[in-house]
């Protein structure tokens, strides 16, 4: 019998160790993430939050995002004695390495192979030292004299204004040609409200104009709106004129406000300007393609914008180590970093792909300097030679920029999913249906089988049965509860093949519930809960989306820029799971 007690005592003794064990690998993984908000949540094998949030309550914004934020130790606030030190003989040498020439000679364009990381030392020192100085510079815009900032500035801060000014002349020259400062173009945007600023060229007027109409017309947006081109060649004056019709949009010539000789914008590059010398103070940057199912002011109130200035959104997980290392990329400018590279699908090795910039949400009072790092990274040479050789043009510059200045952002933690139609019966990549089948699916019937022609060739691939195990259609993008809230890449199957068929936006899936099958644009169930219908009100909103995109296309009368298509039949049992929503699985 005395063995039974010594038993016992060795499986308690056990017990206790394996739930000693238990928390310290849970507290290992809270401070790894560096979560800052309550205990009750569950940590996925990532490390990442998992707990949803629930409707209609107050909820912790460390559940719904990513926040980015930084060890204080690492952020280094400007003193008396750096400034005093400039009076000194290394001071002068360390004042010179970081106004220095970023270029392999004064013959070349070339930039340093080590150029990055001494961009991210001059971009740190640019915030302290701007920071310091934005109260010289407020006492003078009190006495109306803040063009005496780098002219007059006093005995004590002589040293200080002139690296400043020496630094913004490097870093930043493309502001001078209308700004006396840094400070001035701050100071014009810091009581500008809140707009939409897009950026817009004649070939994409084909889905811009759908947007606006959508805004103004079905979501009944009254923000204002700025459309942002480069140059008369770049939006036709028929173009600019169907835009200004509509209340409170405005289209701008963005080479008149800014040193487009330095720059040479076109593209991405034009964005993070656009923003820039946009006259808002808060901003929703849209791309023309980007279609919302509620009134994008919503993100305004998004609890990542209150906490940071920021709202962005996760791109698809894609292409796992195809672009290169990019973790020691970023480890090689990066000295110290905020807590949210870790997160990242690059620190995982889990994809190629990182934010989605279709839809960036900015407080440019807030993040001003931020702004300025991610037009620098945007800048004519940053992009051509570094940037958009190991990124997919702009799009990773928002948060990157971010790193390299030390300034907060929030992602909502939800990957890039898809929306549109279960299964692949519609088909992408230079494929179409029949006419008669085309039809047949806009009357509202499920097709069992197809026979897609090849664009090409013109052959055919008979009696073919739809996968119906994926999301088929556009790239899909949640809100903080994790509801659909905006979508890109048009509104038809394929935007880029001739006869494509607007979708029914029956149905949508999160990233993290699937996988992607690139080359059919569609996203693969994990497991037989991974499909979600779109509920029936939103589906009403995709319905008058596509009424507006066929407006636009009657109006503009020209195939070979819009094609004219029918608007299929829009059934409430059409739904993923038979028009019940998802709170009742059929």
Partial sequence: MSAIPFLITVLRKAQTIRIIVI???????????????????????????????????????????????????????????????????EGQKAAQALTSSPFVSSTTTTLRDNYFLDLTKRLRVFRSLWMALKEYYDQLEQKQQQELFFT????????????????????????????????????????????????????????????????????????????????????????????????????????????????????????????????????????????????????????????????????????????????????????????????????????????????????????????????????????QQVTYKKTWGDKETFWIALEMIQEPYSFVKYGGGAIGNVGDAIPYNKES??????????????????????????????????????????????DFRGQPLWWNSGVVRDKFTTGSPYLLYTAYMKDEDGDWDFESSCLVQKHSTSIMEVEWAQRKVALEILKADRDVAVEIDRSYIKEILDIPAFLQSQGAKGGHGNNEAI
């Fill in 23 to 89: 928390l310290i690998i849970f507290f290992l993984l809270a401070s790894v993430s560096r979560y800052q908000g309550s205990f009750e949540f569950s940590i996925g094998e990532d490390g990442e939050v998992q707990s949803a949030v629930p409707p209609e309550s107050e909820h912790d914004v460390y559940y719904s995002h990513h926040i980015a934020s930084f060890n204080r130790d690492d952020l280094k606030p400007w003193t008396k004695g750096d400034t005093a030190a400039l009076r000194t003989t």
């Fill in 152 to 383: 007059a500035p006093p005995t004590e801060l002589a040293t200080a204004v002139e690296l400043l000014q020496k630094m913004e002349q490097q870093n930043f020259p493309w502001v001078h040609k209308h700004h006396n400062t840094t400070y001035d173009l701050y100071r014009e945007s810091r009581n500008g409200g809140r707009g939409i600023v897009m950026c817009v060229g004649n070939y994409h007027t084909k889905y811009a104009r759908t947007v606006i109409k959508t805004l103004r017309d079905v979501l009944k947006s009254s923000l204002p709106i700025e459309i942002y081109y480069t140059g008369e060649p770049d939006l036709s004056p028929e173009n600019r004129a169907w835009f200004e019709k509509f209340d409170d949009v405005k289209t701008i010539d963005i080479t008149t406000l800014i040193d487009n000789n330095l720059l040479v914008l076109e593209g991405w590059a034009v964005k993070p300007f656009a923003m820039l010398v946009s006259r808002f103070s808060e901003i929703i940057l849209m791309d023309s393609d980007a279609y919302f199912l509620q009134d994008p002011a919503v993100m305004f109130e998004d609890e990542g914008y209150k906490e940071t200035g920021t709202v962005y959104f996760y791109d698809r997980t894609l292409f796992p180590g195809t672009g290169g290392d990019k973790k020691q990329w970023l480890e090689s400018f990066l000295p110290t970093m905020s807590n949210h590279p870790a997160k990242t699908r690059w620190f995982r090795l889990k994809g190629d792909h990182e934010q989605e910039s279709g839809v960036v949400v900015f407080d440019k009072r807030r993040l001003f300097l931020g702004l300025l790092a991610i037009c620098k990274l945007n800048d004519l040479h940053e992009r």
């Fill in 433 to 478: 249906l029949p006419p008669s089948e085309i039809e047949r699916y806009n009357k509202g019937e499920h097709l069992t089988t197809t026979n897609p022609v090849n664009l090409k060739d013109s052959t055919i691939r008979h009696n073919v049965a739809p996968k119906l195990d994926r999301v088929c259609g556009n790239q899909l993008h949640f």
